[in-house]
């Protein structure tokens, strides 16, 4: 028997294979045939026992059973859903309610902030209100003190009227009368020994009063009888012009007030000091001249530098008695009395037929102030010195020069710093006008004459007491003292303490 062909095996191998894996498919096939069949038997005998050992019956009471099991469980789940929902709604109400907690101590702290800074700010505010009422207080009372007091103690001054009427040909009208304010001695402080501190308070004082009066009176002239600087007698030329500015600041008046100042012993030196540079000086600065004649209203004014009158034949001393004997000359011509020849008086200018007023620094002759009186006079320890020729007044020979020379109806002069009045030759009054700063006196004072050509009336106006000032000071200081310690409540123990003891000593 002949051999198959490779190609022919090759070919049956490859059948065989094909038909081993188609086997290997059919084993495959037939195991899940086979578990398909154990399932389906499994089930087939499961049914056989059912049907065999669980009759309908049996079946019903286990559905029923499932049944009641089963709403049980709903009602247990919706019982448990119920305590779960408001168990939730519960903590909700817990979370808000922990919100509104903190909220609520939220707006606390606010709210106590907020009163704590109105708290502050009343405090703030009354504190303010109190330290405003105690600088309204101390306000009035400086103001009172330093500015109105010079307004309502001046205002209390009136002008004299004149006595009796002068009928020179004519009836005499008010606008004939003269109305002038006289003072002296105000001393401006100087830079040697002027303390700062006194310097302001006295030309404080001296320029409120002066411009009070102005205001309040309206002269129309002002007399300033010397001693107008403390160290005009060895001031430099720079304080020299310091001071004359201070005195214009402080003295300055308005075109309808004339000012005339004389000169005094502390502005050019008393004689021994007295230079011709500086009374040149002085009157360089205040048109001043020894034997200078003023006359307003018909009124002569007869202005004397009685430094120069001391009678030693000085330069200084030989002009100022010429002027005045000229002058002299010219006023007794003008009152044209008989013993007086035409001749004489025939080429001399003819004045105001007015007996003259002299205005001078230095008093005339006088002992000493024993006889003066009055609430500004000397005081009672001053008054029994005697005073002293060419220092304290005037010599006897020069006083009966002046005297003898004008035959003046009133005499004015300062110097003393004291009130003082007496009658020269039985018949000239001499008015001391006293010191105008509150450095030399407690009560500093002027005069206001109403002046006529043949008649005079005068009436002194005192300035505030010094101590009465000093006074209201003190007293306002301790009413502030009190009413800061009745505020701190500081009063109140000492006043319960007060009142035990009275309570006590009555029932005693």
Excluded at 143 to 161: K, N
Excluded at 190 to 204: A, F, N, S, T, V
Excluded at 221 to 232: A, K, P, Q, R, S
Excluded at 387 to 403: G, T, W
Aim: glycine share 4%; hydrophobic share 40%; proline share 4%.
């Amino acid at each position: 028997m002949a051999l198959p062909s490779v190609h022919k095996c090759l070919q049956l191998s490859d059948e065989n294979e094909q038909l081993v894996k188609k086997l290997k498919k059919l084993h495959i096939k037939n195991k899940e045939l086979e578990k398909n069949l154990g399932h389906i038997q499994e089930k087939l005998h499961l049914q056989q026992l059912m049907h065999e050992y669980v009759t309908s019956r049996e079946l019903l009471q286990m559905y029923n059973d499932l049944q009641k099991r089963y709403v049980k469980e709903i009602k247990t789940n919706q019982e448990q859903s119920e305590a779960i929902k408001n168990l939730t709604d519960f903590f909700e109400e817990v979370e808000d309610l922990k919100h509104a907690v903190q909220e609520s101590v939220k707006l606390n702290n606010q709210y106590e902030k907020c009163l704590k800074q109105i708290s502050n700010f009343s405090t703030v505010e009354r504190k303010t209100a109190i330290l405003l009422k105690l600088v309204c207080f101390v306000s009035s009372v400086l103001i009172f003190c330093e500015f109105l007091i010079y307004y309502v103690v001046i205002f209390q001054c009136r002008w004299p009227e004149v006595k009796g009427g002068a009928h020179v040909g004519k009836k005499e009208t008010s606008t004939s009368v003269l109305k002038a304010i006289i003072l002296a001695d105000t001393h401006l402080l100087g830079e040697i020994r002027g303390h700062w501190l006194d310097k302001l308070r006295r030309e404080w004082q001296m320029e409120r009063s002066f411009q009070s009066a102005l205001w309040l009176l309206q002269p129309d002239i002002v007399f300033i009888l010397g001693d107008v600087f403390d160290e005009g007698k060895w001031s430099s030329p720079q304080a020299w012009a310091d001071d004359v500015r201070r005195f214009r600041r402080m003295f300055k008046y308005p075109v309808s007030t004339e000012l005339v100042v004389i000169v005094g012993n502390h502005d050019i030196g008393f004689h021994y000091e007295m230079t011709t540079y500086k009374v040149n000086r002085f009157e360089k600065v205040f048109n001043f001249s020894s034997g200078k004649l003023i006359t307003r209203k018909g009124i002569n004014f007869v202005i004397v530098n009685s430094v120069a009158m001391e009678g030693d034949g000085c330069a200084v001393c030989r002009t100022s008695e010429a002027k005045l004997v000229a002058l002299s000359h010219k006023l007794n011509c003008s009152q044209q009395k008989p013993n007086h020849s035409n001749k004489r008086c025939s080429d001399v200018e003819k004045l105001p037929a007015s007996e003259p007023i002299l205005l001078q620094h230095y008093p005339l002759y006088r002992r000493s102030d024993a006889e003066c009186s009055g609430e500004d006079s000397a005081p009672p320890e001053e008054k029994n010195m005697l005073f002293k020729e060419k220092y304290d007044v005037l010599s006897q020979e020069a006083s009966q020069k002046l005297i003898w020379w004008f035959h003046p109806r009133l005499i004015l002069s300062g110097h003393t710093h004291s009130a003082c009045e007496v009658l020269h030759a039985g018949k000239i009054p001499e008015i001391s006008v006293p010191s105008f700063s509150w450095r030399n006196r407690n009560n500093p004072s002027f005069i206001m004459g109403s002046i006529t050509p043949t008649d005079f009336s005068l009436q002194k106006c005192f300035l505030p007491y010094e101590s009465r000032v000093f006074t209201i000071y003190c007293a306002a200081g301790a009413l502030l003292v009190i009413l800061i310690l009745a505020h701190f409540q500081l009063l109140t123990p000492p006043f319960y303490f007060a009142q035990r003891l009275i309570s006590k000593h009555k029932a005693v």
